[in-house]
């Protein structure tokens, strides 16, 4: 097989990809998980994590990974490195409550 390559079990002609971009976002499509965008925390999604893990920002302290799957099944569209990233932007001052 040469000048070909085996993408996604698919044989293709060489330089069917043009960059890494376009290897990695036909990567994400083909996994089936769901392509998350980048939005702004809305006021009732900032409600819902200080309710759950407040105690936890006005210690200083991560929530549980426990703690962070259940604050992810109350705010559908938001991943958990979000919802961690989020906390960890309260705890270290980047995002005022």
């Known amino acids: ?8 079990g698919h044989v293709a002609a060489r330089g069917a990809y043009k960059t890494t971009k376009d290897v ?5 499509q083909a996994s089936g998980k769901q392509l998350l965008r ?3 925390w809305t006021d009732d999604e ?3 994590l200080l ?5 936890h920002i006005t210690k200083k302290t991560m929530p549980s990974g426990r703690e962070i799957i ?3 099944r109350i705010l559908p569209g938001r991943s958990v490195a979000q919802i961690r990233a ?4 309260y705890i270290t001052g980047k995002v005022r409550l």
């Open 24 to 28: 990695a976002n036909r990567n994400k």
């Open 70 to 72: 259940a604050l992810a």
């Open 1 to 8: 097989m040469a000048g070909q390559a085996v993408v996604d």
């Open 38 to 40: 980048r939005r702004r």
């Open 86 to 89: 989020q906390v960890n932007n």
């Open 46 to 48: 900032r409600e819902k």
């Open 51 to 55: 309710r759950v893990v407040g105690g």
